[in-house]
């Protein structure tokens, strides 16, 4: 965005100038874009992995999953007050193999190989 605005900028004045300015304001231009070019078409270090420069995500899903011998997780993020709310989180739904995320800390819980729960 901010490329793109200089450069209608530098337009406007090269067209104001008018041909008595014109060979500065082009070679004004060219140092410009190449300037621009080398600061925003490199890529920072996190870029290719988010945009927001977190890792988080990255981070939970190398945390294994949890197997639980029962049908309801409870999880309050650990730390006491430093966790948060509680939240119990039912594992023998329709997807009874797929492992059950927990919606603010993003822990894994899945029931055990073999167990039915309450059935």
Do not use: W
């Amino acid at each position: 965005m901010l490329r793109r605005s200089s450069q209608a900028l530098l337009t406007t004045v090269t067209r104001a100038c008018g041909p008595r300015g014109t060979a500065s304001v082009v070679s004004l231009t060219r140092l410009q874009c190449a300037s621009f070019s080398t600061i925003y078409d490199l890529q920072t270090p996190y870029e290719d992995i988010n945009r927001h420069r977190s890792d988080a995500e990255l981070r939970i899903s190398k945390v294994p999953i949890v197997e639980l011998n029962n049908s309801v997780a409870v999880c309050d993020g650990g730390g006491g007050a430093l966790g948060h709310p509680v939240e119990y989180i039912q594992l023998d739904t329709h997807k009874h193999n797929n492992p059950q995320t927990c919606k603010y800390c993003g822990v894994r819980y899945m029931m055990k190989e073999g167990y039915h729960g309450g059935h």
